[in-house]
């Protein structure tokens, strides 16, 4: 059984297109994220939403808009797409938001190629 | 605010050497630290923990100890093989939010 699954998990697509990245998590969790990793292998967060709320919205452009249907669930749509959006893009979820013990688990993340 | 810096890759060792991949953090409260890993073409895997000052966490020959006094959590294995070659983050969680450090490549030459 995957826990955080993540799909596509290639995307490649001209500028200017529209495009979504769905992630589901079945381990239960309350919180789920959205991170970027560059060629270099920075981690960076992007959103996190705690039971469909989002919590940290970091600078993000208003491009990349994160939906959360229920807690299960974090979609991530991205608006005219730019050269500088190609990167992997990992889903990853936690139990609770508020301690400081909560591992997270990521999913396999979405390697987006944006020509 | 929090931060997590460690030391830059890579780090190219031979089969059976001893790894220390340094990691020193800030933080305003008491955080609980992570090391994760990330093997090619994957995600992250939690690869150990510790939630206080002196736990020490282990997983498959990896340990790291919580030391408060030099805000550290320093990666160490007493004897790599090539298939620990990979990404290994550093990583605090402090109330709701995690900091990933910048990631150290690990190559283990047979």
């Known amino acids: 059984d995957t826990a955080v699954s993540q799909t596509p998990k290639y995307l490649v697509t001209q500028m200017g297109n529209d495009k979504s990245i769905k992630c589901e998590q079945n381990l239960g969790h309350d919180t789920m994220y959205w991170y970027k990793q560059d060629s270099k292998k920075f981690l960076k967060i992007m959103f996190s939403y705690n039971n469909k709320e989002l919590i940290i919205n970091e600078t993000v452009p208003n491009r990349f808009s994160p939906k959360s249907p229920d807690k299960a669930h974090l979609n991530l749509h991205i608006n005219s797409l730019e050269l500088g959006d190609s990167a992997v893009y990992f889903c990853?979820?936690?139990?609770?938001?508020?301690?400081?013990?909560?591992?997270?688990?990521f999913g396999p993340g979405t390697r987006l190629t944006v020509l | 605010g929090d931060s997590v810096t460690q030391m830059e890759g890579p780090v190219t060792l031979s089969e059976e050497a001893f790894l220390t991949i340094n990691c020193t953090y800030t933080?305003?409260?008491?955080?609980?630290l992570f090391w994760y890993v990330q093997y090619p073409g994957e995600g992250l895997q939690l690869l150990l923990k510790?939630?206080?000052?002196?736990d020490k966490g282990s997983n498959k020959g990896f340990e790291a100890t919580y030391r408060k006094e030099t805000t550290s959590f320093h990666l160490e294995k007493g004897s790599v093989q090539v298939s620990d070659s990979a990404v290994y983050f550093c990583?605090?969680?402090?109330?709701?939010?995690?900091?990933f450090g910048s990631g150290t490549k690990l190559n283990v030459k047979p």
């Open positions: 990853a979820s936690s139990q609770g938001s508020g301690g400081n013990y909560n591992e997270q688990f």
């Open positions: 510790a939630t206080k000052a002196d």
């Open positions: 990583a605090l969680s402090d109330f709701n939010k995690f900091y």
């Open positions: 933080a305003t409260g008491y955080p609980s």
